[in-house]
C-alpha cells in the first residue's frame, strides 16, 4: 500500500501553480515524491520554496498561456531542465463574467484559448514526448462543475469546461494504445481567486454554501488524493474519467 501514490523518479508539469489548486496539487505530487515544472505567467517563489522543502527539483517556465506560445519548446525545455514529462496537469484556466447579451467576444477568445486551446496543445506536445520515450504517461485536465451544468453570465468558462471533458475522452482514446491515461478532475465551488467575487456576493454565496451536502466550500488541499490517484502507476487501467471532487454538490 506505501507505493501505490509513489512517484519517485517521476517528473510533473503543472500549469497555474503560483496560487490555489494548482499550487496544492503540485504540493501533493511533489510530496509523493515528483519533481515539478511549474508554468505560469507570473513568478511562483512560493510554490518553489515549498517544492524545495519537500525535497524536489522545482522548474519554473514563465508563459502567458492566452498569448500564443510554443508547446514544443516547454516540453522540450523541462525534458532538458529535469529529464523528463511524465505527468501532466492542465490547471491554468481564467473566467470572464458578463451578462450574455453583452459578452464580448474578445473575453470569450481569452478564456477559450487558456482554458481549452491551451490545454489540447500542451497536451499533444507532452504526448508526443512520452510516446517518443516510451512513458506510461499520465495527464490530468481540470474541468468544473460547469463541465456539468451551464452557469449563468460565464458562457466561455462553460464552453471551454464542456470542452475539457470532451478532450479528455477523445485523447484517452487515442493514447490508451500508448499506456498514457487521460482523466479530469470537476473541482466542486473552491475558495480560489477565481471564485472570489462569488465569495463577495453574500446572497449568491448563502445560496451556493447551502446547497452544498458537506456544508462548505472545498480548499486546495481537497484535491491532493485525486490528482494522485490518476498520476499513480497504480491507476494504469483509469482513463477517460471525469471526477467531481464536490462535496456532493451534484447529487443534490
Same mark, same amino acid.
Given at each position: 500500500m506505501d507505493t501505490l501514490f509513489d512517484l519517485t523518479g517521476k517528473v510533473a508539469l503543472v500549469t497555474g501553480a503560483?496560487? +490555489? %489548486? +494548482?499550487? !496544492?496539487? !503540485? %504540493? !501533493? %505530487?511533489?510530496g509523493a515524491g515528483a519533481d515539478i515544472a511549474a508554468l505560469g505567467s507570473t513568478a511562483m517563489p512560493e510554490t518553489e520554496t515549498l517544492v524545495r522543502k519537500r525535497g524536489r527539483r522545482f522548474h519554473a517556465l514563465k508563459v502567458d498561456l492566452s498569448a500564443k506560445f510554443d508547446? /514544443?519548446?516547454?516540453? /522540450? /525545455?523541462? !525534458? /532538458?531542465r529535469l529529464g523528463g514529462v511524465d505527468i501532466l496537469v492542465n490547471n491554468a484556466g481564467i473566467i470572464r463574467r458578463a451578462d450574455l447579451l453583452d459578452y464580448s467576444e474578445a473575453d470569450w477568445d481569452s478564456v477559450i484559448d487558456v482554458n481549452l486551446k491551451a490545454a489540447f496543445l500542451l497536451s499533444?506536445?507532452?504526448?508526443r514526448h512520452m510516446v517518443r520515450t516510451k512513458r506510461a504517461g499520465r495527464i490530468v485536465n481540470i474541468a468544473s462543475m460547469l463541465t456539468f451544468q451551464g452557469g449563468v453570465r460565464v458562457p466561455a468558462y462553460s464552453a471551454s469546461k464542456h470542452g475539457v471533458a470532451g478532450l479528455t475522452k477523445a485523447m484517452a482514446n487515442e493514447l490508451a494504445p500508448h499506456g498514457i491515461t487521460v482523466n479530469a478532475i470537476a473541482p466542486g465551488y473552491m475558495a480560489t481567486d477565481n471564485t472570489e467575487a462569488l465569495r463577495n456576493e453574500p446572497e449568491r454565496n448563502a445560496q451556493i454554501s447551502a446547497r452544498i451536502p458537506m456544508g462548505r466550500w472545498g480548499t486546495p488541499g481537497d484535491l491532493g488524493t485525486a490528482v494522485l490517484f490518476f498520476a499513480a502507476p497504480a491507476s494504469s487501467y483509469v482513463t477517460g474519467t471525469v471526477l467531481p471532487v464536490d462535496g456532493g454538490w451534484l447529487v443534490r
Open positions: 503560483r496560487t +490555489g %489548486l +494548482g499550487q !496544492a496539487m !503540485a %504540493l !501533493a %505530487l511533489a508547446p /514544443e519548446a516547454v516540453i /522540450e /525545455e523541462v !525534458a /532538458e499533444q506536445s507532452a504526448a
